[in-house]
């Protein structure tokens, strides 16, 4: 059974920083995925954040290009989202989605989110 898990968020002032966790469990050879993240704001659709290839290729949002960054561990099967320089903008609950591909708003395997509250 394919399980991902998102840890770190909470509560941060603008400006701050916070690094979120997806630990990945159940996926058969791990790193031939592709690993995302995306983020839904109250009242808002749920939007592309990041993502990382199988070997190290990242994209960004370009509300997020420049302040956050996207990084894997195969070994731990965990990949993290460092955000720093955090504006009130960015608060939302953020999932993690792997594919075998591209990641898109239909990757077949999501977390259940983490929360993350900027405040002004």
């Known amino acids: 059974q394919v399980q991902l898990l998102e840890s770190g968020g909470g509560l941060v002032q603008a400006g701050g920083s916070l690094r979120l966790s997806c630990a990945a469990s159940?996926?058969?050879?791990?790193?031939?995925?592709?690993m995302g993240w995306f983020r839904q704001a109250p009242g808002k659709e749920r939007e592309f954040v990041t993502q990382i290839g199988r070997i190290g290729g990242s994209t960004y949002s370009d509300s997020v290009k420049g302040r956050f960054t996207i990084a894997r561990d195969n070994a731990k099967n965990t990949v993290y989202l460092h955000m720093n320089s955090l504006k009130p903008e960015d608060t939302a609950v953020y999932y993690c989605a792997a594919a075998l591909g591209t990641i898109t708003a239909r990757a077949p395997f999501w977390g259940k989110g983490t929360l993350v509250t900027v405040s002004s």
């Open positions: 159940g996926l058969a050879f791990s790193s031939s995925y592709s």
